[in-house]
Each structure stands twice: as C-alpha cells, then as structure tokens.
C-alpha cells in the first residue's frame, strides 16, 4: 500500500469526527455546484456533476445536501470558483499534489505555501511532481460487496483497468475519463461503492520511517483542513509495522 491510499487509509482507521464530515460535505458540495454551474444542472447530461453526485453518495451525503447545492449553481447566486493544482515536495522528499477549488487564488495560494513551509516542504510549479503519478478514476467497495473474482468479472465488464482486492475491501482503477460510466455499471451490479473519486496514484513512491511519515501526515492533514482544498495526494510509503504505529497513534 502506498501514496495517497495510504494517507486515507490512516485516516480512515482512526474513524472521522463528525466536524470532519460536515467539512467533508462541504467540499463534497462546493464540487456539485461547480460542476452544476459549469455545464447543466442536469447529471444526465453532465458527466462532471454525475461524477460529483456519485462521490457524494459514496459518502452517504444526505439527499437535501446534494439537491441543494445543485439548485444554489442554477440559483445563480454560486461564487466563481477557479480549479488550481499545486505540486510539490513534503518531508522526506515526498510528492505532494493538492488540488484546490477558490474564489481567490492569492489567498489559498498563500496558504498552501505556508503548510509546505511550515513542514519542511517546497511547493513547486505545476507539473514539477505530478508525472509521478497517473490520473486516473478510483472506486472502492468493502471486502463484504463480493469475493476477489466476483469483483474482478464485474469490474473487467464495466471497463476497468485494474482490481486490487485485500481483507480491507476492493480497489477498482479505471482510466479517470470514463470513471462514471464504469461507477454507474459497477453500482447497477453490486449496489453503492464506498468511494468515487478521480485521484493521482504514485507511478514512483518514496519509502520513509516513522518519523517522516508523521510528519507527512501533519502536513497532508493540514493541507486537507484548509476549506479551499478539495483532495490530497502524495507518494509515500511505509511498512506495515508503521503503518500499524500510525494507526494506533
């Protein structure tokens, strides 16, 4: 396991508060509108807000939520939110990505360069780490959805590229373009997925040590609170023995 998976699993294992899941919403709506605004209020139509509305559902987003920030874009009444990507490297060496949606770049731009700072970081161009990593869509089903080969027949069917399958559940990739169509093939078999997202994966990891690895995660987690960014992603890795330490911390 590594990269950014790993990051989540971590976070995962320590449970989420329930501030992290209203912020967690909150972002999850920023999406919806967005992708509202810049097509058609209708995911029939528009295969970003589908996208978006099927990682809220991922996420157990409460149906009121998920209208209502569709009708705030048809509304018009939304703020204009420009969609920035930064790069660069973490403790360790490690590649960070964050992906961030603002109504005002100087600010969000300011405040991922002091995370970067504060931590030992460098942020860099656009472009500097991400070919690192390859963009591509991600689904996630619990271990109980189905057994390896099951998921394996299904995820093939629907236009996948790849399964990983452990005790931890099942990890669908797909090429990031086509992630909405294999999600809505994949549910129509096996029911909801536990995540729908367009991630970076690490193509290239760097291997750290415990210290390193808490301080990644201190960074990673105060990248990931700021309001403005949307995901977060970086190519660490750990061992087990660690992973098991970060855990239980």
């Known amino acids: 396991m590594a990269g950014h998976s790993q990051y989540k699993n971590i976070m995962h294992r320590k449970g989420r508060q329930d501030a992290a899941k209203a912020k967690l919403f909150s972002k999850l709506a920023r999406e919806i509108t967005v992708s509202a605004k810049h097509g058609v209020p209708d995911p029939s139509m528009n295969a970003r807000l589908r996208l978006a509305i099927q990682a809220a559902r991922a996420e157990n987003m409460p149906k009121d939520n998920i209208e209502r920030a569709i009708k705030k874009a048809a509304g018009g009444d939304a703020e204009t ?3 920035i990507r930064y790069e660069g490297y973490g403790p360790g060496g490690v590649a960070v990505i964050a992906e961030a949606l603002t109504d005002n770049r100087n ?26 990593f390859a963009h591509v869509g991600e689904i996630i089903y619990p271990a109980s959805a189905a057994s390896a080969d099951a998921m394996l027949e299904a995820a093939i069917e629907a236009g996948a590229d790849d ?22 093939a994949l549910e129509e078999k096996l029911g909801e997925a536990s995540s729908v ?33 949307q995901n977060v992603f970086a190519n660490f890795e750990v061992s087990e023995e660690v992973l098991r330490k970060l855990t239980a911390a």
């Open 107 to 132: 600010r969000t731009g300011g405040a991922v360069r002091a995370v970067f700072t504060k931590y030992g970081g460098n942020l860099g161009a656009t472009g500097s780490v991400s070919h690192m």
């Open 163 to 184: 399964v990983t399958s452990d005790a931890n559940g099942h990890v669908i990739v797909c090429p990031f373009d086509s992630l909405g169509t294999v999600a809505a």
């Open 81 to 83: 939110f420009e969609a």
């Open 197 to 229: 997202k367009v991630v970076w994966k690490p193509n290239l990891t760097t291997q750290v040590d415990e210290e390193k690895a808490h301080s990644i995660m201190k960074m990673l987690a105060a990248l990931d609170d700021d309001d403005d960014v």
